[in-house]
């Protein structure tokens, strides 16, 4: 009976995992749960307009006035919220062919976006024209496996940037795919891939061990998981392959999700990867909640998907 | 100093220090929120986004040429109007620039059906109508084929019996499928001849299985859309009015 309720509320898209032993119900300090809200996009592909009511497969769909207003009544709610996206915010509809992403930037701006990292269509317009639309964007990119040393976005990214809500430190790094064969050379010019796997061991050992994070975030445009090219290195497996990540927001592979993933990590510790489609069609909201330390080594880390 | 002062010191000291006992991760909750028309339109967003989307729409809907009749793909059997209007006007745009970087002509152009995204409408023909029939963002490029692997290149047409579209390729084929003429630029290919040939970067690397252009001595990326050469030819027509023509035919007998 019990496992029939178990299976009922797994087919109604939630699952509870709980890592750690089932102690006694500890004593509670007097100190308020501090919940941190995480919401993100990614390959929004110049998408600022809905679609129509005539689009075969997204019909009224989407559409960046509408995100704003629900990324406001989010922020109201709680206003320690980051907002962040994980790349190719360029390219996929006239916008971009007009404006050449100026648009673009100016509205994650004033959606008062946090970070981005950048997408292999980012570099569509070339290196430089990436570079050109850097004014119109009041938000940080991070890319921590993109060395720019020898272009003209040199000192322009960041490897990470670390935030502090209600005291509650959140670092945010950034992944980027391979380029090479994926986007004409002439395009990304002198910019330099490197492993994401070693970048990600060297970022999250920064940010928890030097930087004491509560909260570690990577935002990859890696792409969610290739089946056909179990090599080519993804969100799962980077998921797999590192430890003190909490969640790893993807994009590159438009993948739709019906629920965020719950991955172990080399630790056998759960965590989250999460990737919400594309075209600014959803918005992932994903919330962490801080308790005193006694309270997670009796009940431990509660994953509610 | 008394003990019971130190004591009561002690007390304090050991109080303010744990005053804030460290916070941890307890719960996480992950969902996905999507954006439909339930959800309220920011009047700021709006009203900013939308002088952009004016001159757009004003842009794309500026009348640039007419068209006679209504073009489409399905009309035709190995050659259709559309795709022939498509294949010489990226010969018409791209072999001026192709000439001056490199002092060489193109000598015939290959592109794929599959990539005409829509019909030409009679009337009047906007830059809109350039978006519709090729939305992608594909460039020209101009590969260097020797005669043998043009070969290659007219068994994949023969095979396919698609109208793919071509330019100054002239391909005739009879029932049993065998070449009868096969010319570019009104000449006989010759195998040890270097060919010119131009396509757009999503077929020269290998879309719609055409593995023969990976074959070849050099690459010249003309940085020059498909859609813009489109445009271009537009501001330059009065009116479109391609045909079907015999460019690549297979002969029947009765």
Known sequence: MKRRDFIQQASAGTALVTIGSLGLQSFTNAVPTKKITILHTNDVHSHIDAFGPEDGRNANKGGVA?????????????????????????????????????????LMSKLKYDAATIGNHDFDNGIDGLYAQLEHAEFQF?????????????????????????????????LGIEL????????????KYLDPIEI???????????????????????????????????????????KDIDLIIGGHTHTFLSKPTIVK?????????NQVGCYGINLGKIDFYFDSDKNISANGISIVV | MRLTHFIFLLYIFTFFNCKQPKLGLTKIEGKQIEITDTLPIASEIEAYIKPYRNHIEKDLDSVLAYSISTYSKSNGELNTAIGNFMADAVYDEANPIFKNRTGKNIDMVLLNHGGIRSILSKGNVTKRTAYELMPFENSIVVVAMKGSQIDSLTNYL??????????????????????????????????????????????YN?????????????????????????????????????????????????
Request: net charge positive; glycine share 6%; proline share 3%.
């Open chain 1, 66 to 106: 509408r995100r704003a207003s629900l990324i406001e009544s989010i922020r109201n709610e709680n206003p320690n919220t980051l907002l962040l996206d994980a790349g190719d915010i360029f390219q996929g509809t006239p916008y971009f062919n007009y404006y050449g992403g100026e648009l673009e930037f100016k």
């Open chain 1, 142 to 174: 991070v890319s921590a496996n993109y060395d720019f040393t020898n272009t003209i976005m040199n000192t322009h990214t960041k490897p990470y940037k670390i935030f502090k809500k209600d005291g509650i430190k959140i670092g945010v790094f950034g």
């Open chain 1, 180 to 191: 090479n064969g994926l986007v004409d050379p002439s395009m990304y010019k002198e910019t």
């Open chain 1, 200 to 242: 990600a061991q060297d970022m999250s050992r920064t940010l928890k061990t030097e930087a004491h994070c509560d909260l570690i975030i990577c935002l990859s445009h890696l792409g969610y998981n290739y089946r056909k090219n179990p090599n080519k290195i993804s969100d799962l497996k980077l998921a797999a392959a590192t």
């Open chain 1, 265 to 273: 990590n080399i630790e056998e510790k759960n965590m989250l990867v």
């Open chain 2, 158 to 203: 023969i095979k396919r019996k698609r109208a793919h579209p071509i330019s100054k390729l002239k391909l005739s084929i009879n029932e049993n499928d065998k070449i009868v003429e096969a010319k570019i630029k009104g000449k006989d290919v010759k195998s040890d001849n270097i060919y010119y040939v131009a396509t757009n970067d999503y077929l």
């Open chain 2, 206 to 254: 290998g879309g719609d299985s055409m593995s023969f252009f990976k074959t070849n001595d050099s690459l010249y990326v003309l940085n020059y859309k498909i859609r813009n050469a489109l445009i271009d030819h537009f501001k330059k027509a009065d009116t479109i009015s391609p045909v079907i023509d015999n460019r690549f035919i297979q002969i029947k007998n009765k």
